[in-house]
């Protein structure tokens, strides 16, 4: 999360408008939402890597491990998919089967071809989300936000949960330091031990901050609102061509 939020502020694209940056990688995950073609999810993963690694200077080892926890999500999703189970005898289109008592796994060619694409689009879609992440400020998304009137309950209560985040982080890391130099974490009795202390003691600390920062919003005049601006929010003409023209190049595999 510290990472993310430090090249978010030290982006190479800081200087450009966050509106654009933020619309450019809305009408991308737009596009990947709309396209059925792997054509198409290459294409705006190519773009969004590249943008994001040369143009926005983020690190090329660290963006790869930020890509490892969604992988990991979709391969245990996609499984369900590819693998499939039924009764003897097997279908006959699929790929693999193993036979088990009376059932069959099996994989079929259907399930490799819906797995494959559902695992580019996955992939394209997430290269959208860390191009806006990496590049935009998590208080600009705010502005963002509030400026295409978004509930303000939902902009309060974002901004709370991601202060909060690094509240948690921090309380959690200094606590671990702490039992590792007790010796803590040495086999798997202790693991689950410390394991478990660790995360009782951060919940409760969490529930006393949490209420002490409320108390210090309310001495400071918080009214149940987070004042934000959102000046320059309509794109000029120029940009909608652009966008339009932009969606329309991801699109064109999915006609032929």
Not at 1 to 16: F, H, N, P
Not at 177 to 204: D, P
Not at 241 to 253: D, E, G, H, S, T
Request: glycine share 6%; hydrophobic share 50%; proline share 4%.
């Amino acid at each position: 999360m510290r990472d993310i939020d430090q090249y978010a502020y030290t982006s190479g694209l800081k200087e450009l408008s966050f509106q654009r940056r933020i619309r450019f990688g809305g009408t991308a995950l737009l596009a990947c939402i709309c396209s059925q073609s792997i054509i198409s999810f290459a294409v705006v993963f190519a773009i969004m890597f590249f943008i994001t690694i040369f143009k926005a200077g983020i690190y090329w080892a660290d963006y790869i491990r930020f890509m490892i926890l969604p992988v990991c999500f979709l391969f245990f999703g996609v499984t369900g998919i590819i693998v499939n189970i039924s009764g003897l005898p097997s279908p006959p289109n699929c790929v693999f089967s193993w036979e088990i008592g009376n059932y069959c796994l099996f994989i079929s060619e259907n399930g490799l071809s819906l797995a494959c694409r559902l695992i580019c689009k996955s992939l394209s879609a997430v290269s959208c989300f860390y191009f806006i992440i990496l590049t935009t400020p998590f208080r600009e998304m705010l502005c963002f936000l509030h400026g295409i009137r978004c509930p303000s309950i939902l902009i309060t209560l974002s901004m709370l949960i991601y202060q909060f985040i690094f509240l948690l982080m921090e309380m959690a890391v200094i606590k671990m330091k702490s039992q590792l130099c007790r010796g803590g974490y040495r086999n798997i009795k202790s693991f689950s031990r410390s394991f478990a202390m660790l995360w009782g003691s951060v919940f409760i600390q969490s529930c006393l901050k949490s209420e002490w920062v409320y108390k210090s919003m309310l001495t400071r005049g918080y009214d149940g609102h987070i004042p934000l601006t959102s000046e320059n929010l309509r794109p000029d003409l120029k940009e909608v061509v652009q966008l339009l023209l932009f969606f329309v190049l991801i699109m064109i595999p999915n006609w032929f």
